[in-house]
Nanobody, 125 residues
Framework: QVQLVESGGGLVQAGGSLRLSCAAS????????MAWFRQVPGKERTFVAV????????YYADSVKGRFTISREYAKNTVYLQMNSLKPEDTAVYYC??????????????????WGQGTQVTVSS
C-alpha cells in the first residue's frame, strides 16, 4: 500500500526557514503528482503547493508564492517543501498528498489518493 511519511517540521522564529520532506513508498513515484496541504486546528485543510509527476509544473497558494518552493527527487522517492521567510500564520500541520492524476482540481482535497500523517510547523513571532 502507499505510504507517505513527512518529516522536517519544528519550531522556528518568524523570518526563518524549514525544509519539509515526504518519503513515498508503495507507488510508482514518477507517475504521481505530489502536493502539500496544511491545516490549523478547527479549520479546513488547505492547499499549499503541487508538483506534477514530471516535475515540470508547479502551482502555489497565493499566500506562499515567492516564499515556498516544492521540488522532488526521483532517486529518493521524496518530495520537498522549502519554506523561507516564515510567518506566524504559516503555523499548521503540514500534510503530503499523492495523486495518480490531478488536473485543474489540484487544490481540492478529494483530488488526492493518499495522505501522510502530517508534521507540525510552528512559527513564533
Amino acid at each position: 500500500q502507499v505510504q507517505l511519511v513527512e518529516s522536517g517540521g519544528g519550531l522556528v522564529q518568524a523570518g526563518g526557514s524549514l525544509r519539509l520532506s515526504c518519503a513515498a513508498s508503495g507507488l510508482t513515484f514518477s507517475t504521481y503528482a505530489m502536493a502539500w496541504f496544511r491545516q490549523v486546528p478547527g479549520k479546513e485543510r488547505t492547499f499549499v503547493a503541487v508538483i506534477s509527476s514530471s516535475g515540470g509544473t508547479t502551482y502555489y497558494a497565493d499566500s506562499v508564492k515567492g516564499r515556498f518552493t516544492i521540488s522532488r527527487e526521483y532517486a529518493k522517492n521524496t518530495v520537498y517543501l522549502q519554506m523561507n521567510s516564515l510567518k506566524p500564520e504559516d503555523t499548521a500541520v503540514y500534510y503530503c498528498a499523492a495523486a495518480y492524476y490531478v488536473g485543474r482540481d489540484y487544490y481540492k482535497l478529494d483530488g488526492y489518493d493518499s495522505w501522510g500523517q502530517g508534521t507540525q510547523v510552528t512559527v513564533s513571532s
